[in-house]
T-cell receptor, first 115, second 115 residues
């Protein structure tokens, strides 16, 4: 099973709200990723966790705060977002055994709209 | 900045035809080249991937051709079907340096297969 699940599927929030996106995988993967994807563009990497430690932060604004409670879960906490943050947020995971560059499996994404 | 250049941006083929999408990379440290298929509103799904120790890999109707000396790789979809209509992203990654743990995506190709 190569399934990565994400909740919620859709989220609408105001600029003063605080919300969280959740991601879960049960493939025993030890690397997990957050991506942001705008329409008709490729996914852009935001964060990488390897063995529950933050390995890569692609200079993402502090209004996005990742958290990895355990090896199966990944959260993205959102606060004081801007309308330009509206996008599809994708979670991915990979084995992380040989290298972080191994096969990444993506979830279905959360469609975020910031009003 | 390390890039992956993908062409064409869009492609229209008739049912039963061959779809060809090309990618070129710059970073010689890249050692893994996956292709992802993405339907509207869904996350990217791994289609097929290749490592540079082989020049071709075939899975069903999908074939990757790899030219290490030219730093190019391509996706061929044989007997294209309307259900293949989607956006296709090539990607590259490798261990070591700034590319470690990071997929570098091409800009995507929107494929439309007419019945």
């Amino acid at each position: 099973d190569t399934e990565v699940t994400q909740t919620p599927k859709h989220l609408v929030m105001g600029m003063t709200n605080k919300k969280s996106l959740k991601c879960e995988q049960h493939m025993g993967h030890r690397a997990m990723y957050w991506y942001k994807q705008k329409a008709k563009k490729p996914p852009e990497l935001m964060f990488v966790y390897s063995y529950e430690k933050l390995s890569i932060n692609e200079s993402v604004p502090s209004r996005f705060s990742p958290e990895c409670p355990n090896s199966s879960l990944l959260n993205l906490h959102l606060h004081a977002l801007q309308p330009e943050d509206s996008a599809l947020y994708l979670c991915a995971s990979s084995s992380g055994l040989a290298a972080l560059g191994d096969t990444q499996y993506f979830g279905p994404g959360t469609r975020l709209t910031v009003l | 900045q390390q890039q992956v250049k993908q062409s064409p941006q869009s492609l229209i083929v008739q049912k039963g035809g061959i779809s060809i999408i090309n990618c070129a990379y710059e970073n010689t440290a890249f050692d893994y080249f996956p292709w992802y298929q993405q339907f509207p509103g869904k996350g990217p799904a791994l289609l097929i991937a290749i490592r540079p120790d082989v020049s071709e890999k075939k899975e069903g109707r999908f074939t990757i051709s790899f030219n290490k000396s030219a730093k190019q790789f391509s996706l061929h979809i044989m007997d294209s079907q309307p259900g293949d209509s989607a956006t296709y992203f090539c990607a590259s990654t490798g261990a070591g340096g700034t590319s470690y743990g990071k997929l570098t995506f091409g800009q995507g190709t929107i494929l439309t297969v007419h019945p």
